[in-house]
């Protein structure tokens, strides 16, 4: 019953963003003082899983270079 | 979320065989206060409940595994189990989580297990629950165990405990370690790219470089792991010895009136070294022909009229369809303006002659060489006032120490010696972290000559630059340096918000517990808390208010996070004098959920009473040692079972009274 309420990774990770409003709105802010808004998104999510430790290190290049890809935009 | 502790067992250990619990009816209760007389085990508990939680125990040595054992029962195994409840009644969830230490003696190693799921059962490690995945390291923790100076160290000047307790708490840490990984794979994606002969040896200078920068990365950790002990042995002597001067009531404040007088002309010195520092960077102040060369300079830029018209205009001009002058361009005339345009100064480049040209206008020799002397007559006054100043403070110190005892005197000296230890160490930290020096210079020379991080990443992030330029990935750079300025705008946005917010919460709590008209509040929070009143700064309040802000800005810390974690304080009201205890205690239960002090008898004058919860909302816990020395203790004993936790080395008592009518006996026998 316990578990249910955070079995997907999804649910969790909405959960912890609702606890660090802060840092993803001023992610966004930042991407679109670098001309970059498009890649909040993406970012966002990269530092979602890294802070709540679920960005292995065999996904880390492919997340960093699908960022590289939005900001070169 | 509410993350409660539920109680503790332990067995085998240097603190007694325990069993404590803070439930009653099934709920953890809100005031928790744990009285155990001194060398029970006090600081042992602490850790242990910051090890379960952090798992810490995992980095320790045998021998810090060993300190451990019972020295009376000399087992070969000891076991401390840590039970939390979490309960978040948005998300209709009430979890058990349990963090299971077994030690083993004789190996001497610790395995850890987790209750994290009552369906599959206790597993082994330590598997924290995702829940709480970001909150449980030693940072987080803490923020809400309160030890040793703990207070002191939120609101002391040069100190950054609050800013990094906020940094960890809110995952800004974690934001400054994407950077290294982001230099890591940049820097493994371009060992990737093929390269002839001269990107090769770029690539080694760069590496070289980069190797050179996780050095001393790992220099400055081991400055900081040096200071950790240092500064709390600092932070003891320099108590003591301030006990030992508050003897000395004349001395002392004549003392502190040289100190506050060396610490103004200090200041005064550095406000001096820079402007004479700022002084020999102007280079008109060098030589009477450098003078002469750029008013020349300037001269001969006006006769013949530069730096003249841009390029850029004469390429606006081509895009036009006829001339300034009417004449109709062809594509003949077209190709021939563009291909002159080059020879022509872009407009960056005419803006910085122009700069040159204004700023050669705006000084002369004759007007600086009247100034020159001066701010280096100054810079030598306020260098010989600085150094009378400090030799008063010191010839004090040693009046002072030739008053006190041969004891005293030693802890003096070592109070001596430690604060050298750390002022030398936090020199070599500070220096290690400068950023002042030309790039330009440093990176042409060997890497071992440059020490300082922040000028060693730029000269790397330019070696990069050069290399993406030969490799062609400079997009590739730019993305990633791109990505790396947004991560660094966000976290440092979201720092100052943060520090923002929680000073208004602070504030806003403090007001709730000191008493009303008290003239302290948060004025902001920097590295450390500034304290102070109507704009004015205040180095530290009184032990009370010191506490009180400290208690203020964790529960502000816990609260603005979302997950609710139990204060957990040692000592709590040491510093306190009656009165202040009273006020701090009729508060309490309305600024955290859960508060668990660890307290000796002479802490509840004032303290317990005023904590006047409702009997379900508290428990009293008395915890001695089952040794002879303590008989009298065990024959006051209430008769009830149910009161009274027996184990083969220690008694648990959870009766108000008796908790309120524990009294060391030393204290007695010495009254």
Not at chain 1, 27 to 41: M, N, T
Not at chain 2, 153 to 162: K, M, S, T
Not at chain 2, 205 to 219: A, I, P, Q
Request: aromatic share 8%; with cysteine; net charge negative.
């Amino acid at each position: 019953m316990v578990e249910g309420n955070f079995s997907s990774k999804e649910n969790y990770i909405g959960e912890f963003m609702k606890l660090d409003k802060t840092l993803s709105e001023s992610i966004q802010e930042a991407c679109a003082q670098e001309g970059a808004p498009q890649a909040s998104p993406a970012i966002i999510r990269l530092v979602e899983r890294y802070i709540s430790n679920e960005l292995p290190d065999s996904e880390r290049s492919s997340a960093l270079q699908s960022i590289y890809n939005l900001l070169k935009e | 979320m509410l993350v409660s502790i539920s109680g503790w067992e332990s067995t085998g250990l240097r603190c007694p065989d325990t069993k404590v619990s803070f439930l009653k009816g099934g709920n953890p209760c809100g005031i928790n206060l744990v009285q155990m007389p001194n060398g029970t085990g006090k600081s042992t508990i602490i850790e242990l409940i910051s090890a379960a939680l952090t798992n810490s125990a995992s980095n320790w040595d045998t021998r810090k595994i060993r300190e451990f054992r019972s020295k009376l029962q000399e087992s070969d195994s000891g076991q401390f189990i840590l039970t939390l409840l979490l309960n978040d009644s948005d998300q209709e969830l009430n979890k058990k989580v349990v963090f299971q230490m077994d030690f083993d003696f004789v190996s001497g190693t610790v395995n850890l297990s987790t209750l994290n799921d009552s369906t599959v059962g206790l597993e082994i490690g330590w598997r924290v629950p995702r829940e709480l995945t970001a909150f449980l390291n030693s940072k987080c923790v803490e923020v809400f165990v309160f030890k040793g100076d703990k207070v002191q160290n939120l609101i002391e000047y040069g100190r950054d405990d609050a800013e990094s307790s906020i940094k960890h708490f809110f995952g800004l840490s974690h934001v400054d370690e994407i950077h290294e990984i982001v230099e890591k794979d940049f820097m493994s994606r371009q060992e990737g790219v093929r390269t002839d002969k001269g990107q090769a040896r770029q690539q080694g200078v760069l590496n070289k470089w980069v190797e050179w920068h996780k050095e001393l990365e790992r220099t400055k950790h081991d400055y900081e792991e040096k200071l950790i002990p240092l500064r709390s042995s600092y932070d003891d002597l320099r108590a003591r010895v301030s006990d030992i001067m508050d003897g000395m009531i004349q001395n002392k404040s004549q003392l502190a009136e040289y100190e506050a007088d060396r610490d103004k002309a200090k200041e005064q010195l550095s406000s001096g070294s820079q402007t004479a520092f700022a002084a020999i960077q102007n280079p008109f102040f060098i030589s009477q022909n450098i003078n002469s060369s750029m008013t020349s300079l300037k001269r001969n830029l006006d006769k013949m009229k530069l730096p003249g018209t841009s390029g850029e205009f004469f390429k606006e001009i081509a895009e036009d369809d006829a001339c300034i002058c009417g004449r109709t361009f062809d594509q003949q005339s077209r190709d021939y303006l563009l291909e002159n345009s080059q020879s022509y100064l872009s407009d960056n480049h005419i803006a910085i002659i122009n700069g040159i040209k204004s700023d050669i206008d705006n000084h002369s020799y004759l007007a600086v060489e009247q100034e020159k002397e001066k701010p280096f007559e100054k810079l030598t006054m306020l260098q010989g006032d600085y150094y009378l100043k400090d030799d008063r403070v010191t010839r004090q110190k040693t009046l002072m120490r030739d008053e006190s005892t041969p004891m005293q005197q030693l802890l003096i000296d070592e109070f001596q010696e430690v604060t050298l230890q750390k002022e030398n160490l936090e020199n070599r930290l500070k220096y290690i972290q400068n950023e002042d020096g030309d790039i330009r210079i440093m990176g042409r020379g060997s890497h071992r000559d440059c020490k300082k991080i922040p000028l060693v990443k730029k000269i790397i992030k330019a070696k990069q630059e050069e290399l993406a330029q030969i490799n062609d990935t400079v997009q590739e750079f730019n993305a990633k340096e791109k990505f790396k300025r947004i991560l660094l705008l966000a976290s440092e946005s979201t720092l100052e918000k943060l520090k923002v917010e929680l000073c208004a919460q602070s504030n806003s709590k403090l007001k709730t517990i000191l008493p009303e008209g008290t003239p302290l509040e948060i004025l902001e929070i920097k590295e450390h808390i500034q304290l102070g009143f109507n704009g004015k700064k205040q180095h530290l309040g009184s032990g009370g208010q010191n506490v009180s802000v400290a208690y203020s800005f964790a529960t502000s810390l816990l609260e603005r996070s979302g997950v609710q974690f139990p204060l957990i304080v040692d000592h709590p009201v040491t510093a306190l004098q009656e009165s202040a205890r009273r006020g701090l205690g009729q508060k309490l239960s309305s600024i955290c959920h859960q508060f668990i002090g660890f307290i000796i008898d002479t802490e509840k004058a004032g303290f317990v009473d005023s904590l006047n919860p409702v009997d379900e909302q508290a428990t009293y816990i008395t915890l001695f040692r089952n040794i002879p020395g303590n008989q009298h203790f065990i024959d006051l004993l209430p008769d009830d079972n149910q009161l009274v936790f027996k184990s083969e080395n220690a008694y648990v008592c959870t009766d108000k009274n008796f908790f309120k009518n524990f009294h060391d006996v030393e204290s007695d026998l010495s009254e």
